[in-house]
């Protein structure tokens, strides 16, 4: 069975730093595309970063570009989210994801999991 469990969210000042963490079970997180998603309440997913399988392409978000900054542990089976610079528009809900796609403007993933809050707040 797939799980997918965030953690380090919390609350930052603007301006601050953040590591968001991804323990991955059931799967080898080196072998699959994995995302960072993030949800604000009454909007869809947003994707903000993927990582390639292999050798580990990675996509960021313009809005999040320079900022924040996608990686993995492959022997601790880990996904990393470093956010840096952070501003109050980054206060959501935030998600590792597997094998993540749009239908229109949807996001969706085969698996994700229950999401760490980051609060952006002074």
């Known amino acids: 069975e797939v799980q997918l469990v965030e953690s380090g969210g919390g609350v930052v000042q603007p301006g601050g730093a953040l590591k968001l963490s991804c323990a991955a079970s059931g799967l080898r997180i080196s072998d699959n595309w994995m995302y960072w998603l993030r949800q604000v309440p009454g909007k869809g997913l947003e994707r903000l970063s993927y990582?390639?399988?292999?050798?580990?392409?990675?996509y960021t978000a313009d809005s999040v570009k320079g900022r924040f900054t996608i990686s993995r542990d492959d022997a601790r089976n880990m996904l990393y989210l470093q956010l840096n610079s952070v501003k109050y528009e980054d206060t959501a809900m935030y998600f590792c994801?597997?094998?993540?796609?749009?239908?229109?403007?949807?996001?969706?993933?085969?698996?994700r999991g229950q999401g760490t809050q980051v609060t952006v707040s002074s």
């Open positions: 994801g597997l094998d993540c796609s749009r239908t229109g403007t949807l996001w969706s993933c085969s698996n």
């Open positions: 990582l390639s399988p292999g050798a580990g392409i990675t």
